[in-house]
């Protein structure tokens, strides 16, 4: 097989017994930006005869975060009755990688995400019914956020999850972390792991790194990782995390959120030591259609957490799939853009 029929292939799902892909799906190469290959997969839900789909769901994973890793949330947009599309960032999962060591969780410029993000939707928009909802986790989040403040007009809504606004440096101010980090790009070193740490994630365990409090979705995580070690990343480098600095910043700027005119949905876990939850209820606030909603003893991965504190991230996707695609009379569907005030959810349960 040469290079071209290589890539005219649908692209694999890789899966496990009791996480293997919906029914319904399909993987994809599409070309991102410098002709970089990169993996895509849409999945459309099953349906009565004549029944349309609601629209679209275009969900974009956090830093290490493959496909694989959402198949069980992709079931649950499809059981709602959602086309779903997610995708591989450049430099994980099985889109290509950006460095020779493929555990190096590296990235140059905030652009080339922007710009392979922009590919993804003009690659399959003839594929996905509008309406289109934007979800996001983390470093997706940020980067989905930056999307609608740079003018992409064809969502109707989005949901984001713990975004990466500002993360936390621990002991180390900001200021000394970004210090570091020129010095470390000036000098070369901008594919050298982050303090020399390769984090390597063969070794994690749940005890020590888990970033969910739900030991059964951690572990079939592992269990996807262990089966398919091509799909892990390491710790990041200098490189990208000067590229998530310099997102989290400009995506916080007062004119730039104001210009937001969809509704936006932020979640954020109450109990996250990735990033600061203050500066996604500041930027909530001044997003034109912004609401703030907190999980109370929620960790960083809320899309991964147990099912009662899972449930609140469902909760807040129904109400705003019910705004944006009504299957009911829309003076009877509630708009949670409507309501300005902060919330925080006790997670109770949601069927």
Known sequence: MNRAQAFAANAPLMGVPGASSPPGGKGDWFRGAGGMRLRAALWRPSLPKGEAPRGTVVVSPGR???????????????????????????????????????LKGH??????????????????EDQCPKPWIMVGHSMGACLNLLTLESGEQRFAGAVLSSPMLRIKTGKRSMWSVKLAVRWAIRNGNAGDYL???????????????????????????????????????????????????????????????????????????????????????????????????????????????????????LREFDAMADM????VDPSLTADP??????????????A
């Open 337 to 350: 853009s409507a309501r300005t005030e902060d919330v925080t959810e006790l997670a109770a349960p949601v």
């Open 107 to 124: 990235a140059r410029a905030v652009e080339e995400f922007l710009d392979d993000y922009n590919r993804l939707l003009n690659a399959f």
């Open 195 to 313: 303090l020399g740490d390769p984090d390597d994630p063969f070794d994690h365990t749940f005890a020590e790194d888990a970033l969910t409090s739900d030991e059964r979705r951690y572990e079939m995580w592992r269990q996807q990782l262990y089966a398919c070690p091509h799909l892990g990343i390491g710790g990041p480098t200098y490189g990208w995390l000067a590229f998530a600095i310099d997102a989290g910043e400009r995506a916080l700027k007062p004119k730039a959120l104001k210009s937001v005119h969809i509704p936006v949905a932020i979640v954020q876990a109450d109990a996250d030591d990735v990033v600061w939850k203050q500066t996604a209820r500041w930027a909530a606030r001044r997003l034109g259609r912004g609401r703030y909603v907190e999980i109370h003893g929620a960790k960083h991965e809320v899309i991964m957490e147990a099912d009662d504190m899972r449930g609140v991230f």
């Open 324 to 327: 944006v695609a009504p299957v």
């Open 64 to 102: 290490t975060e493959p496909i694989e890793k959402y198949f069980e949330f992709i079931g649950n947009l499809q059981a709602r009755g959602w086309c779903v599309l997610t995708h591989d960032w450049r430099g994980q999962g099985l889109s290509a990688r950006l460095l020779p060591d493929r």
